[in-house]
């Protein structure tokens, strides 16, 4: 009755293809396929939504991605489901898989994918992947292979991979199910992803995402460094647990147990975010971690977004951060316009009238920035706003291991960098933090009263030689 209700609201009747088959209705109902059932309508949404980019774009092979039916609404209603399904509560998906009393009702998201039977080409993408896991793992069950398919089925398609894959990752996560292919026992090199990428690109059908053996290298890293990330295999704090056994940073911990409580603000684009695939994490958030295990009287905030320059700051985070009243504020902001020299010029007064000490690295190494003149004009005008300027490029230049700095996406860093940028940072906090209790014995806390602040250099290649 539900199947002959949801094909006459899409419009549609169409098949599966033999290899992506649908768990059987009249099988056994067991949590292995209630799992399948998930698992299998996920593939199905993400595929109906690649069908409608492909209209789009007007790319892809048209066996693979029909061009008329089923019809656009039909398709987005899917893309509706499958966003519905994956807000569900943890704790109801859980109880209804392991056949518990449960608030989840099946007939609601699941079932209408599953009864909408989308064919799946056998050489879509997702199928291909499928088939290279399964020689690669053959003893894994097949919902575990599915699932990680399924992922780097959605991660190909690169433009939501901030939200609807973040989404699915957590919901295969809840369910105890696979999301990157070492969870299978298989190698996690780049060299490993671009082999398999070299299998795969050759294979999959013409399509509206970008199929070439280093896209599916990228995908591969992106989905391993996620997978690791999100089951808290290697992240931020595994990272800062790491940092604080190194001597450089351990002789530090003293210093940072006796920073008395205050607020730090950091306000940056995507280098100081812990979403990122490059990396297990930034260094903000890595030093942040720092804290938190060695001293949480420190409390941190970050405002960020990817991309963040000094006038999209001033437009959606300055009021924000101004009013949390930190004692340290850092920049890490692109500058591009004359507009965000004057933004950058506002912000800074704004902070400084309120006491807070504003602090800028002279490079966190952004290509853009390195190339740039403006980029010199912009600290230029940062000094004379009275801004810190925190030197980081002599470190970052002398690195020993800075071939390693730069990811597949040659934007964004990797670890090693991370890392060396997290003992940058955390000792401009601890630099920032002496300076500004010296300058409030000397003038009575001449920051407050909107004085302007001596500009802080720090000698980081002997703190961290």
């Known amino acids: 009755m539900l199947k002959s209700i949801v094909s006459a609201v899409l419009g549609v009747s169409l098949t599966l293809a033999p290899s992506t088959q649908a768990p059987n209705a009249g099988a056994a109902v067991t949590p292995e396929n209630r799992l399948e059932q998930l698992v299998e309508a996920n593939i199905v949404a993400v595929q109906a939504y690649q069908i409608l980019l492909a209209r789009k774009e007007g790319r892809g092979d048209a066996v693979c991605y029909p061009r008329e039916s089923p019809p656009d609404t039909a398709l987005e209603t899917l893309n509706d489901h499958q966003q519905k399904l994956l807000a569900t509560p943890a704790e109801d998906l859980q109880g209804w898989v392991a056949g518990r009393p449960s608030a989840f009702d099946p007939s609601t998201d699941l079932q209408p994918i599953l009864d909408t039977h ?31 398919a399924n992922i780097y089925q959605l991660d190909l398609e690169m433009e939501r991979d901030g939200d609807r894959l973040q989404e699915l990752i957590g919901f295969y996560i809840t369910l105890g199910l696979p999301i990157y292919v070492g969870q299978l026992g298989l190698a996690g090199t780049d060299q490993d992803f671009l082999v398999a990428g070299k299998q795969l690109a050759a294979q999959s059908c013409a399509s509206p995402v970008e199929l070439t053996a280093e896209d599916w290298q990228i995908a591969g890293r992106k989905i391993w460094n996620w997978g690791e990330k999100r089951l808290h295999i290697r992240d931020g704090q595994v990272v800062a647990d790491e940092l604080l056994t190194e001597p450089d940073v351990a002789r530090l911990i003293p210093l940072m147990k006796a920073l008395p409580r205050q607020q730090i603000a950091i306000i940056g684009h995507s280098f100081t975010m812990d979403v990122h695939w490059a990396s297990p994490s930034a260094f903000v958030p890595i030093a942040t971690s720092m804290f938190k295990r060695e001293n949480p009287r420190v409390e941190f905030r970050q405002f960020a977004a990817g991309g963040l320059t000094f006038s999209r700051a001033y ?9 949390w009243k930190p004692d340290i504020v850092l920049f890490v902001l692109a500058s591009r316009t004359p507009e965000d020299d004057s933004d950058l010029k506002l912000m800074a007064e704004g902070f400084r009238k309120a006491g807070t000490q504003v602090l800028m690295f002279d490079s966190v190494g952004d290509s853009n920035e390195l190339a740039s003149s403006k980029w010199r004009e912009t600290l230029a005008l940062a000094e004379k706003a009275g801004v810190r300027i925190v030197p980081a490029r002599a470190t970052l230049d002398a690195a020993p291991d800075k071939e390693q700095f730069l990811s597949m996406d040659h934007i964004h860093m990797k670890e090693p960098y991370h890392r060396l940028m997290a003992k940058i940072w955390l000792k401009a906090i601890l630099e920032a933090s002496k300076a500004k209790t010296a300058s409030a014995h000397s ?13 802080l250099i720090l000698s980081m290649r002997a703190a961290f030689s």
């Open 118 to 148: 989308l064919t799946l080409a056998g050489n879509l993408p997702v199928n291909i992947f499928y088939a290279y896991l399964q020689k690669q793992a053959p003893n894994a069950p097949r919902t575990s292979l599915r699932s990680v």
């Open 315 to 323: 437009k959606n985070f300055y009021q924000d951060a101004l009013a």
């Open 443 to 455: 003038d009575g806390n001449s920051l407050a009263s909107g004085a302007r602040p001596q500009i």
